[in-house]
């Protein structure tokens, strides 16, 4: 147990039981199941149905900290519902895609009553009753309609309560806390100290944004009509207090450990995970704690994604005041709901207005990857000719006129590298993504990596690939410390690959030096996105294959942020997998790129390990 833990399990320990004693209690007592292990599965889940209970309870059954009393925190919420919620998760699900996540993406749209604050499992009833008790006495006085202001900065975008409304719902907050800290909070030793929020009422849009996305935000923001029917309900929600500062993950897959230290997951599992506790990981791996089953251990990160911090929490009780269906005057003015659009509407209407997209791909799985630096030299006979060692591998090479050990340099794709490819093509057709143009970097797996996602855009003999000796890697990187010696436009031809034989780079293969700065690999990024984005004024999308080091200083030029520091750049590009994306679209209106999300998911996968059949099944 962690000090913190140990210390807040000293306060509550040893404490009497409450004297209230909920319906839902009584069947599992009778089915064996102790009081506070009974009572902390019902906080669990809401206290919901008893089924819900002996579920969680059964989850945990292996939970090294179930039998610690360490109770939950609780916070009394506004949230709205019906079409004015509609028309918010459909803001955040915009502004997430065209700006990249911030803040208030992890909560769901509400307007805190009160702050969180710590009940013990056996007086979570008295809160519901407080909750029906205020509810009750404020049910004639509280507003049939609230009135929301919209209010912008560098740093926050929210809508504002009006004084009047607010001051009712301060009232109604002051009251819950004053009474749920005098019931629930009695007993010797006890505590419940609720306190009620008294700034400004707000309901959140976006916080903490870069500054140069607070335009895009406005204008979406503008796009919700504050006057949309709506129910306003009062509710508690939980969340477990020991991991207030973890982040979450989402299981993507089904995992069974391969060892005893490694954590089992299924698909949809939510996982938390402590930033500060994973350099005991090894690279590809973290550290979490189950929020199904409370078990702890490694797993796979690319099994996962990450997840918001409201999708570990449990929703208790809750009161529900029905508005009157009114024209709600924004800003002191009449709303006029014939100009109202929805942001689906908007969004659709910017989508046509935008000239052009820029996705940013790195590679396929390349075989020297998978085989070792010495691939080759496991594929060549004693003549020197090339025989398929492994079905990953090319069943041939491409020709080329000096040796064929420039390929030991200049590696070709796998074939699960041209699967991979190929497979991407068709997950854009299916999105009905319009490529216009292809640029590539010079290296084989790149050029190999464009020929096939455009035959899954069913795009091969259409567009034609343009090799950009620029878009190269860091030359850092190359182990010989010398360029490799690439196939040449005429060899790539002769390979049956697409190629723009017109396309004339302002950067030729001389212009690459070796062992270059890491200013110099930022500078020739720069330069190469902006010579892409003036030879393609066309609508559609520019795609471009490169590198793993290639989409951050492509793509951070090109929306005009500062390039990243060097020296976690490597890492930061470690973590970037076979045909990882990035999309940026161009927006007209503002004469500015932004980055937003890839139209279609990334592909991950596992190890397959070569398999012997005769070491492995025949020896003894």
């Not at 059964?58 to 039998?67: A, E, F, K, T």
Request: hydrophobic residues 35%.
């Amino acid at each position: 147990m962690a000090v913190a833990e140990a210390q807040l399990y000293l306060k509550v320990s040893n404490k009497p039981r409450g004297r209230g004693t909920s319906a839902l209690l009584e069947p599992l007592l009778a089915k064996g199941f102790p009081a506070h292990l009974a009572q902390k599965a019902l906080v669990a889940t809401g206290q919901k149905t008893v089924e819900d209970a002996v579920k969680w309870l059964h989850s945990h059954c292996n939970d090294p900290s179930l039998d610690d009393p360490i109770p939950q925190e609780y916070a009394l919420y506004l949230c709205p519902r019906g079409r004015l919620h509609s028309r918010l998760q459909d803001f955040w699900r915009e502004s997430k895609r065209q700006c990249g996540k911030n803040r208030a993406h992890e909560v769901f749209p509400h307007v805190t009553l009160c702050d969180f604050f710590t009940c013990e499992d056996q007086k979570v009833e008295f809160l519901y009753d407080v909750l029906k008790k205020v509810g009750d006495s404020f049910c004639q006085i509280f507003p049939p309609s609230i009135f929301l202001t919209l209010h912008a900065s560098p740093s926050y975008l929210g809508f504002f309560i009006d004084d009047g409304q607010a001051n009712i719902l301060k009232d109604f907050a002051v009251a819950f806390s004053t009474e749920a800290s005098a019931l629930a909070g009695t007993g010797p030793n006890t505590y419940c100290h609720v306190k009620p929020t008294l700034k400004q009422f707000h309901l959140t849009l976006a916080h903490r944004f870069y500054p140069h996305h607070q335009k895009t935000l406005e204008q979406l923001a503008k796009c919700i009509n504050p006057g949309e029917p709506c129910q306003w309900v009062a509710a508690l929600y939980s969340r477990d207090m020991r991991f207030v500062h973890y982040q979450r993950l989402r299981a993507l897959f089904q995992y069974k450990p391969q060892n005893i230290d490694e954590l089992m997951i299924n698909a949809g599992d939510l996982i938390y995970v402590d930033p500060r506790q994973q350099s005991e990981a090894g690279e590809g791996w973290v550290i979490g704690t189950s929020h199904r089953t409370g078990c702890r251990g490694f797993l796979p990160e690319n099994y996962t994604e990450r997840a918001h911090e409201s999708d570990t929490w449990v929703k208790h009780r809750s009161l529900t005041k029905t508005e009157k269906e009114l024209n709600v005057k924004p800003n002191g003015e009449a709303h006029n709901l014939s100009m109202s659009r929805s942001v689906t509407n908007v969004v659709s209407l910017q989508n046509a207005a935008l000239r052009r997209g820029v996705l940013v791909m790195s590679h396929g799985e390349r075989v020297d990857q998978v085989f070792g630096k010495s691939w080759l030299q496991q594929c060549l006979t004693a003549d020197g000719k090339y025989y398929r060692a492994d079905l990953n591998l090319p069943s041939s090479l491409p020709r080329q006129k000096d040796s064929m050990k420039q390929f030991e340099c200049d590696p070709p794709l796998s074939c699960c590298g041209i699967f991979q490819s190929r497979l991407i093509g068709e997950a854009l057709l299916e999105q009905e993504v319009t490529v216009s143009s292809v640029y590539s970097s010079p290296a084989l797996r790149c050029v190999q990596t464009a020929q096939h996602v455009l035959q899954g855009l069913k795009l091969n003999q259409k567009v034609r690939i343009r090799v950009e000796p620029a878009l190269f890697e860091w030359t850092k990187w190359e182990a010989s410390r010398a360029i490799p010696k690439f196939m040449t436009v005429a060899e790539l031809v002769e390979a049956s690959y697409d190629i723009d034989t017109s396309y004339r780079g302002n950067f030729p293969l001389s212009s690459l030096v070796p062992s270059e700065s890491y200013e110099d690999y930022v500078s020739r990024s720069s330069a190469v996105i902006k010579h892409i984005i003036s030879a393609c004024p066309c609508k559609g999308v520019i795609l471009i294959v490169g590198h793993g080091s290639s989409l951050a200083p492509l793509t951070r030029a090109l929306t005009g942020l500062p390039s990243r520091d060097s020296r976690d750049f490597a890492q930061m590009v470690q973590k970037i997998p076979a045909l990882g994306m990035c999309f940026c679209e161009e927006q007209k209106e503002e004469n500015k790129w932004q980055m937003v999300n890839p139209p279609v998911k990334t592909l991950t996968h596992g190890a397959n390990a070569a398999f012997n059949w005769r070491n492995t099944i025949m020896e003894d």
